[in-house]
């Protein structure tokens, strides 16, 4: 499939047909994977990635998703590379692109990734920054799809921090047709564009209580309340013990909800253990769709 666009920072770049469409190639790739192995469509293509931030899920599954489909990754943490020593973004993307057909970065500031993107001739994936995280994404409504054989007319309850991750969600309901019932502490909303945007095309609620948000919902979804790039133990008093996601809120929600959590998570305290073990849990397709959903990405990407 085609996309339009060159780069992928937050989802606002697809159309909903494009969107859906990655979901649904996504899907086809994973059947074929699980059948006969995916066919070679990136032999001899490269991807760099470039990491500011830990990862465990995002490093692998790009890696060894260029693997499956023929072609070769490499991982640079930002000490490897000359930005450590003052080179700009600017040449940084002119080097990489006369090497590789692809790059994927993991950054603190957002704005990186829109110069990386702007002086890079090659396609730029965000692999997270402090604002989105669109790849997880991808993977979240596949993993919807599969569960509900449908996305359009679903609710989704976010519940905790207004992060990078929720940012990224309000694009993919917008983009889908999901309402979205967000319940955050005040002053830990999600980013005010992004919603305001995202009313355009579809239903999105912000309260500050966890059972408004869980009412009626197909999806209960939490993060963690200590982002990589807000990693203050404080933080946690502001959200305990409200905005747990636990058996006495997930029982408000349908009794068919599944509970999301983009991983890793810390149990006890955005959720329990009982229910990101329970049977409501989808946390092991969701970490499993990243693979699938990048590769169909990349290849929509390199090959367009
Ligand atoms: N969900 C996710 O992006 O995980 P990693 O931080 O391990 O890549
Ligand atoms: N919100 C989390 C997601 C990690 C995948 C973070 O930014 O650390």
Redesign the pocket.
Known sequence: MKLKTKDLLTLAELTPKEFLGLIDYSIKLKKEFKKNGNKPILKNKTLTMIFQ?????????FEIGMYQLGGHAINLTSNDTQLSRGESIEDTAKTLSRYTNCIMA?VYDHQLLNKLSKHASVPVIN??SDSF?P??ILADFMTIKENKRKLKGLKIAWIGDGNN?CNSMIYGAALSGIDMSIATPKGYEPNKTVVKESLKLTNIELTTDPFVATKNADIVVTDTYSS?HNNNPKRIKKFLPKYQVNSKLMCTAKENAIFMH???AKREQEVTSSIIDGHQSVVWD??EN?LHTQKALLAALIRA
């Open positions: 931030k830990p990862s465990t899920r995002t490093r692998v599954s993991r692999g997270l995280h790849c997880q991750v990589i983009c991983l890793p969701e970490a990243r």
